[in-house]
């Protein structure tokens, strides 16, 4: 019985020495920070923490039994649910020191998480939502709580602070909590009347210097596409568009993103995320567009290391976002050190590198470089050598950001005045120019109307020389046409004159027998071949008379044109010229075969007509009716025989009696 109990009573004090110990904290004046004037009590031991919920864990003395020890900075993604959320209550007990008096106190969160807070068991303040009103869960704004909610607590009285907490995960690579972004020793702080003056001040100035950087910025960046777009052959412009658009953006984004939107009432993590990404890209190019724009009004190639560290910027920046290699922050500075001083050390190269040939509006880019220059490296040298951050940081940044696009105003204002000078000098040469191609223009005139005055009088004088000639150039025409029809006309003067010949031989031999019949007295043989030689001459007679008319014709379609009418058959018109054509045709075109047919109307008799011009109109329709026939022919050779016919008939007279 004696072993049982003592076997109770060892059991009963380990449990007690295994629960954890519900200790106070004491708080001193000290143990505030010198520039925030808050005490970051999130980072202290001594508090006691259990995951769940129940808000009965809000009160003053409740069983700590399964309590550990945990500081709210040591908060883990481990304790993570499946959805992402983790979810805990805090407590501890503080003690303020007599040293403070009668100082007023206010306890404020500035962290993602949403968390309710409570004093002795009354509920003081809700960050976020937790869902202790019954809404959905709704992250804690940081911003939106800039100021601290003020607490009646006194030195001396011991009190028990309770602080339900509820975060996610991250959305984003690498998945943290929420909360870690803006630091976990936000969770709860302490602050006393003079964190107005030093944190709220600065708060809100550090605003305003971004909004105004921001609209001058955007200012600028409005001008210069403005500008562009009136003058798009100064590709300088475009430049300088394209850096102050990057400039604008980052500037933007640093003014929602900045002091996580407090001057707007805070806003969302994934909101903020994104305003922080977009001002760690947008920054950067506006630095890298430096050497660009120099290289741009310098008349200079941009060199192919710029270009690679260029592209190992953005490679840099897109693994910032997706964390695909982890850099611890010693590789991450010396990233950046490389990044600023190739952009340093390019420009002040092209500037130097250009020194000899700068003139007018570039030297006020060679101003604004240098400026901007030397406050980063004044920047940098702060932060990285001495570690503390420049005297008036503020108005040190107003310049660096503005110190280049503002050079870049000024030089397009003298830019633009050069332009309109050697616009005015121009102008000058221009009107001086006009002014002798004027006299020019009068002296030519003056010559062209000697020379048309000139060229009048020679006109004329071949115009009367065109006249006097015109009745030759018509004969002349007449005798081409001639031309084409004389071997036409040859055979059909070799046809009469064939049969002349042919009769005169015939009538030579009958002659001769004529004379040795008289000497034989034979007088009946002697009538017989004086009968032949009669028939004979009438041939003769009338195949002369044949070719007479046809050199009749021929000498009257060359002749000229009397335009006097004059009895004519117009039958025998018809038949000559239709025999003319077959013949000329035939002269030209041994292959040229047609048939001849005739259809006159003998009723018709003479009649007054012209017959040269008659005949050339006559002439001109037979060939053509013959070309046609030919070329049909050719087109159909089989069953096809081409045949003109020449047809006259009389018509009466109209009933007018004209």
């Known amino acids: 019985m004696k072993s049982i109990k003592t076997f109770l009573l060892l059991l009963f004090v380990g449990i007690r020495f295994c629960n954890a110990q519900d200790t106070t904290l004491l708080l001193k004046p000290n143990l505030y920070d010198k520039d925030t004037m808050q005490i970051n009590i999130s980072e202290m031991h001594g508090w006691l923490f259990k995951q769940g919920n129940d808000t009965a864990w809000a009160k003053k003395d409740i069983d700590l039994t399964g309590w550990k020890r945990l500081m709210p900075t040591e908060l883990s993604e481990k304790l993570a649910d499946k959805n992402g959320r983790v979810e805990g209550w805090f407590r501890i007990k503080i003690k303020?020191?007599?040293?403070?008096?009668?100082?007023?106190?206010g306890f404020r969160n500035s962290t993602w998480a949403a968390s309710d807070f409570y004093i002795n068991g009354n509920w003081i303040a809700s960050f976020g939502n937790t869902g202790l009103t019954g809404g959905p869960y709704h992250e804690n704004r940081v911003g939106s709580n800039l100021l601290p909610v003020p607490v009646n607590i006194k030195p001396g009285n011991e009190y028990t602070i309770a602080l339900h907490v509820v975060d996610h995960l991250s959305p984003f690579p690498p998945h943290e909590l929420k909360a870690r972004e803006s630091g976990l020793s936000g969770l709860?702080?302490?602050?006393?009347?003079?964190?107005?003056?030093?944190?709220?001040?600065?708060?809100?100035s550090g605003v305003y210097y971004i909004i105004i950087l921001t609209i001058i910025s955007a200012v600028l960046c409005l001008l210069f596409w403005l500008l562009f777009f009136q003058n798009r052959s100064e590709k300088n412009l475009l430049m300088f568009a394209l850096a102050s658009t990057f400039?604008?953006?980052?500037?933007?984004?640093?003014?929602?993103?900045?002091?996580?939107?407090?001057?707007?009432?805070?806003?969302?993590?994934?909101?903020?995320?994104?305003?922080?990404?977009?001002?760690?890209?947008?920054?950067?190019?506006?630095?890298?567009?430096?050497?660009?724009v120099l290289a741009s009004i310098f008349k200079r190639r941009v060199s192919h290391i710029i270009k690679t560290i260029f592209i190992l910027f953005l490679i840099y920046w897109v693994n910032g976002i997706a964390q695909f290699y982890d850099l611890n922050d010693k590789i991450d500075i010396a990233i950046l050190l490389i990044f600023f001083s190739s952009i340093i050390i390019s420009s002040i190269y092209y500037v130097v590198s250009s020194w000899k040939t700068l003139k007018g509006a570039q030297w006020?880019?060679?101003?604004?470089?240098?400026?901007?220059?030397?406050?980063?490296?004044?920047?940098?040298?702060?932060?990285?050598?001495?570690?503390?951050?420049?005297?008036?940081?503020?108005?040190?940044?107003?310049?660096?950001?503005?110190?280049?696009?503002?050079?870049?105003?000024?030089?397009?204002?003298?830019?633009?005045?050069?332009?309109?000078?050697?616009?005015?000098?121009?102008?000058?040469q221009v009107v001086?120019?006009?002014?002798?191609?004027?006299?020019?223009?009068?002296?030519?005139?003056?010559?062209?109307?000697?020379?048309?005055?000139?060229?009048?009088?020679?006109?004329?004088?071949?115009?009367?020389?065109?006249?006097?000639?015109?009745?030759?150039?018509?004969?002349?025409?007449?005798?081409?046409?001639?031309?084409?029809?004389?071997?036409?006309?040859?055979?059909?003067?070799?046809?009469?004159?064939?049969?002349?010949?042919?009769?005169?031989?015939?009538?030579?031999?009958?002659?001769?027998?004529?004379?040795?019949?008289?000497?034989?007295?034979?007088?009946?043989?002697?009538?017989?071949?004086?009968?032949?030689?009669?028939?004979?001459?009438?041939?003769?007679?009338?195949?002369?008379?044949?070719?007479?008319?046809?050199?009749?014709?021929?000498?009257?379609?060359?002749?000229s044109s009397s335009g006097i009418k004059e009895p004519t058959d117009i039958n025998a018109l018809a038949d000559e010229y239709l025999r003319l054509s077959y013949h000329g045709l035939r002269a030209r075109d041994k292959s040229f075969n047609a048939t001849m047919k005739t259809d006159f109307d003998e009723t018709i008799g003479n009649i007054n007509i012209i017959p040269q011009d008659i005949g050339r109109v006559v002439l001109n329709l037979i060939n053509n009716a013959f070309y046609v026939v030919d070329e049909k022919k050719k087109q159909n050779p089989d069953g096809y025989e081409p045949t003109v016919t020449v047809k006259t008939v009389k018509n009466p007279p109209p009933l007018g009696g004209g």
Not at 96 to 105: H, N, R
Not at 398 to 425: D, G, N, Q
């Open 247 to 292: 400039l604008s953006i980052g500037l933007i984004s640093s003014t929602f993103s900045a002091n996580n939107g407090a001057y707007f009432g805070g806003i969302s993590y994934v909101s903020q995320w994104i305003y922080q990404q977009i001002n760690s890209l947008f920054l950067p190019l506006f630095l890298m567009a430096l050497p660009f």
């Open 188 to 204: 709860i702080r302490i602050t006393v009347p003079k964190y107005y003056k030093s944190v709220v001040e600065n708060y809100t």
């Open 96 to 105: 303020l020191d007599s040293a403070f008096g009668e100082t007023p106190f």
């Open 432 to 559: 001086q120019m006009s002014e002798e191609k004027k006299e020019q223009a009068l002296n030519q005139q003056k010559r062209l109307q000697e020379e048309v005055t000139r060229q009048t009088a020679e006109i004329r004088t071949t115009l009367e020389n065109l006249k006097s000639t015109q009745s030759q150039l018509i004969q002349s025409e007449k005798m081409a046409s001639l031309g084409e029809l004389t071997a036409g006309i040859a055979h059909e003067i070799q046809n009469p004159l064939n049969f002349v010949n042919n009769f005169s031989e015939v009538n030579g031999e009958l002659i001769r027998e004529l004379k040795e019949e008289v000497i034989k007295g034979n007088l009946e043989e002697v009538s017989a071949i004086a009968n032949d030689i009669e028939s004979n001459s009438e041939k003769i007679n009338h195949h002369g008379k044949r070719a007479d008319a046809i050199v009749k014709g021929m000498l009257q379609h060359s002749r």
């Open 364 to 428: 006020a880019i060679v101003v604004g470089v240098m400026l901007f220059l030397c406050i980063i490296l004044y920047f940098i040298i702060s932060q990285t050598i001495f570690g503390v951050n420049p005297p008036d940081s503020q108005l040190v940044a107003s310049i660096t950001f503005l110190s280049f696009p503002m050079s870049l105003m000024v030089y397009v204002a003298m830019r633009f005045k050069e332009i309109i000078k050697e616009v005015r000098e121009n102008a000058k």
